[in-house]
Structures are given as structure tokens and as C-alpha cells.
């Protein structure tokens, strides 16, 4: 079973993803979507390292990239809980 079918109904609750220099809303259902090498389009500038939390936890860090004319974060590790 993957883990989008293990939270059933809860893969649409909205969070709050925060990354260091700018923030987006995703659902539980598009992070569980992400791939490695996955981009969350924002609005800032290309290269930087940023720190990406939901609710004010950090969880793991990415850098942002530019795909043709827009920006995102690609997503570089996770932080896993020990």
C-alpha cells in the first residue's frame, strides 16, 4: 500500500509549506506525489538553498531552480525522523 492510499481522505488536507524565502499551500496529496528531483514552483531567485517546513517544522531543504519561465524548489533531502 503507498502512503497516499494509507491516509485515504486525509491525502486532501491542505498544509502550510513554508520554504526560507517565500510560501506555498500544498495538499497532503501533492507532497505525497512529489518524486525525487520534484519542483514547487515560487517566486524568488535561482540558486539559493532555502530551509522548507510545514507548520513551522523544518523538513527537509531545497534549492531554487528555474524550468523554462518559471521558478520552483528542487527538493535536495528530507529530514527523517530517528
Do not use: C, K, Y
Not at 502550510?16 to 496529496?29: H, M, N, S
Request: net charge negative; glycine share 10%.
Amino acid at each position: 500500500m503507498t502512503p497516499l492510499e494509507e491516509l485515504g481522505t486525509l491525502a486532501d488536507t491542505a498544509i502550510d509549506l513554508e520554504v526560507e524565502l517565500d510560501r506555498r499551500f500544498l495538499t497532503v496529496r501533492q507532497i505525497l506525489e512529489m518524486e525525487p528531483g520534484g519542483v514547487v514552483q515560487m517566486t524568488r531567485s535561482a540558486g539559493e538553498n532555502v530551509d522548507i517546513l510545514i507548520e513551522g517544522t523544518l523538513i527537509g531543504f531545497g534549492e531554487i531552480v528555474i524550468i523554462e519561465e518559471a521558478m520552483g524548489i528542487r527538493i535536495t533531502d528530507f529530514l527523517l525522523e530517528e
